[in-house]
């Protein structure tokens, strides 16, 4: 298993800037946005889909760090009842890139649409009633298995397994939606276990690694804090604004100031147990933390608990 870095959490930095913080806090897997919800700040698709020599001055600028590239990242919104086309060819794209830069593994999300031909943003199904959400709910999902049973091929003719992210606002967003969806369309589709998600919903990371084994296909590293006295108000479905962390019932942390050295040890040796070897992505979404500052420290705890995690791999 190694240290990776979404570089997203440097987004202010220029490419050579993030690969040299990279390399200076340990890391070797290097994980880079295509586009999607990314404005993609450090590296430019189409350049890049259709230049031998863009893709070569890249590699070689990951590689001459000691790095190379684990992971590309396309956070999109596949089934968006505006924006779905857009994004889906990026997702495409994203696929087609991965097999010319020889990376195996593309992040993105699994998709939610509106509630009908005339909707202008997605309808994310949170509660199992009354009837019609209930119904809409299934359409959702016959809608997603549509897409996945389209794009699982593109993304295996291009030798790419795809990493969706539990993520809200996205149909799979949990360990039983994840497995439903891989039980429909195959292998090819698995999960980026980001435990900062499943922290706040109350899930229990540990039994979704255990859950899932192989399904997990990538892994980032990013801590939340739930603030139990706004959680007695608001409860976890706290629709109050990321900007103002104060009145919030949960926040994304910099890893290690949500939950302490002794829960990531236990989720390193979880993921071990079932066979992960490959990148703990560190993504840095902390508001009251300098994004350096706060990749340096999760970098810093990541590199202990790693150092400490020195059993073999399962089987």
């Known amino acids: 298993m190694e240290l990776g870095l979404f570089t997203d959490s440097l987004a202010h930095l220029d490419r050579d800037a993030v690969l040299d913080v990279a390399a200076s806090i340990g890391a070797t897997g290097i994980e880079i946005a295509t586009g999607g919800q990314s404005s993609a700040p450090h590296l430019d698709r189409k350049v890049l889909l259709e230049s031998a020599v863009e893709r070569s001055r890249l590699l070689d600028s990951v590689a001459s760090r000691g790095l190379h590239l684990a992971a590309l990242n396309c956070s999109a919104w596949l089934l968006h009842p505006r924006k779905a086309d857009a994004q889906r060819a990026i997702v495409a794209e994203t696929f087609g890139l991965a097999e010319l830069l ?3 593994t593309v992040v993105t999300m699994s998709g939610c649409p509106g509630d009908g031909p005339a909707a202008t943003t997605v309808n994310w199904i949170s509660y199992p009633w009354p009837d019609d959400y209930v119904s809409l709910r299934q359409r959702q999902w016959d809608a997603m298995l549509d897409l996945w049973g389209e794009l699982v091929p593109i993304a295996a003719d291009h030798g790419v397994r795809v990493a969706l992210e539990l993520h809200p606002l996205q149909l799979v967003f949990n360990a039983p939606t994840l497995l439903a969806l891989r039980d429909a369309v195959g292998p090819t589709v698995g999960a980026n276990l980001d435990p900062s998600h499943l922290f706040w919903q109350q899930m229990d990371p540990l039994a979704v690694i255990a859950a899932l084994g192989p399904a997990i296909h990538h892994v980032h590293l990013k801590d939340t804090a739930l603030v139990p006295a706004e959680v007695a108000l608001a409860g976890v479905l706290d629709v109050r604004s ?40 560190i993504e840095h979404e902390d508001r009251t ?7 340096e420290e999760s970098a810093a705890f990541a590199r202990d608990i790693l150092g400490a995690v020195t059993e073999p791999l399962a089987g």
């Open 102 to 104: 020889g990376v195996d």
């Open 242 to 281: 990321m900007e103002d962390p104060a009145h919030r019932a949960w926040n994304f942390r910099t890893v290690g100031r949500g939950h302490d050295h002794g829960f990531w040890t236990a989720f390193v040796r979880g993921l071990r147990a079932v066979g992960y070897d490959r990148s703990l992505s």
């Open 289 to 295: 933390d300098d994004p350096l500052a706060g990749v």
